[in-house]
């Protein structure tokens, strides 16, 4: 029966599917090519009246296929392209898009550049207006290609300096490029989204004509915006900006507080530690104190020698000085049941011992004090370090057992 024949029709184009999509798990790229095309073969037996949007699979699967595949070209890729942009104008500019990155993938920058500018010369009645956001992208793209001939163009008159009527035609060449890269990238940026590369050199444009009001002002949107999504980047260009320009250290301190509160393990919290412990505020002192113990929480940490040195340092000051032990209290109590054997373990010991002295230096200063002279890690490094005669462990060892009474204040 008629309605038989479409149970089976269906049933067996959902099986090849299944097949195309094992073989593209199994990187069988030949195999899901062959099942593709008979996919594509049955669709076009397909007599239903049933809506079936393939088209976008296809473009989807026949991508990845292509550029995978042993005997694929640039040739074959372009052909496949340009034939999925015309079955379905609805998706026209994500097609284009995913054209132009694969040029750009393949060094093709102009004839990438030539797609978007063709791409944004496109109308199709009321799609034009539905596709807006694809059509802002792709302006942006081709914004950022103007960069990169711009940055191209400054370059050659930074490497040769002003040299006649040459120079003067390249830096023409140049300040067109910029005027063009600052229209669209400027327009990008104003949309809510993460915009990371498109902010970094939008604003190297700004800067490098002199516009710094006008470099803060973007960097500090993208920060601050609360349309924007949390993005850690845009506080690290932010605080990059404010440093390379010699800004207050109260401005620097601000950037960086957001970030340690959205990425406490950034690599960046260095930097905001020792801002911190040169500052005169206690408040300022104290919060340093918990953001190198927050950074130490994390795997990637564990390894840091100067997070530990900052760490030590700050810990050994207040122990001189007898005051503040409440702040190194107040981070230990949540901590001292598994910071010992995340950190502190004889494995460690051994291990550290073996491939840096400086780390296991560092470290067992700060295990002697939150965990007493008789940690396992304090133990083995400072015997090591004594038994190798170097002074420094000498003077640990002594150190920890002077002052083996603030374990006990600690500990409670």
């Excluded at 029709?9 to 073989?23: G, P, T």
């Excluded at 239903?48 to 292509?66: A, C, D, K, N």
């Excluded at 802002?136 to 006649?164: C, F, M, P, T, V």
């Amino acid at each position: 029966s008629s309605h038989e024949h479409k149970l089976n029709f269906k049933k067996s184009k959902e099986v090849c599917l299944s097949y195309i999509q094992d073989a593209m798990l199994q990187k069988q790229w030949k195999r899901a090519a062959e099942f593709l095309t008979f996919y594509v073969e049955s669709l076009e037996k397909d007599f239903s009246t049933e809506y079936m949007g393939p088209s976008e699979m296809i473009w989807r699967i026949g991508t990845e296929i292509l550029c995978h595949h042993s005997h694929s070209s640039m040739k074959e890729f372009n052909s496949f392209i340009e034939q999925m942009k015309t079955l379905g104008v609805k998706r026209y500019l994500k097609v284009c898009l995913e054209h132009a990155f694969h040029l750009l993938c393949n060094g093709l920058i102009d004839e990438a550049y030539q797609n978007l500018s063709l791409a944004e010369s496109w109308r199709f009645g009321e799609q034009t207006v539905i596709q807006d956001k694809e059509m802002k992208l792709i302006q942006a793209y081709r914004g950022l290609l103007d960069y990169y001939s711009w940055s191209k163009q400054k370059n050659i008159l930074l490497e040769h300096g002003h040299d006649g009527f040459e120079d003067l035609s390249v830096e023409q060449e140049m300040h067109s490029c910029f005027r063009k890269a600052a229209v669209n990238l400027k327009e990008i940026i104003k949309i809510p989204g993460v915009w990371d590369l498109f902010v970094k050199c939008y604003v190297d444009l700004l800067e490098f004509y002199g516009d710094h009001n006008e470099a803060r002002q973007v960097l500090n949107e993208y920060a601050y915006n609360s349309k924007f999504p949390a993005n850690p980047n845009a506080h690290v260009y932010l605080y990059q900006f404010l440093k390379r320009h010699g800004e207050s250290k109260k401005s620097l301190i601000s950037a960086l507080k957001i970030l340690h509160d959205i990425v406490p393990s950034h690599e960046l919290m260095i930097d905001f530690n020792t801002m911190l412990q040169k500052s005169k505020k206690r408040k300022k002192r104290r919060l340093g104190l918990e953001v190198i113990f927050a950074a130490l929480d994390y795997a990637g940490w564990k390894e840091n020698v100067k997070a530990w040195n900052c760490l030590a340092r700050q810990m050994k000051q207040i122990v001189i000085s007898g005051k503040h032990l409440d702040w190194i209290k107040q981070e230990w109590n949540s901590r001292k049941d598994w910071w010992p054997a995340f950190h502190f373990s004889r494995y460690l010991a051994k291990r550290n011992w073996q491939e840096n002295e400086s780390l296991s230096y560092e470290k067992a200063v700060v295990a002697g004090i939150l965990l007493g002279k008789d940690c396992k890690y304090f133990k083995y490094i400072s015997h090591q370090g004594c038994k190798a005669q170097v002074k420094r462990f000498r003077m640990l060892k002594k150190f920890v057992n002077k002052h083996n009474p603030v374990y006990l204040r600690i500990s409670g």
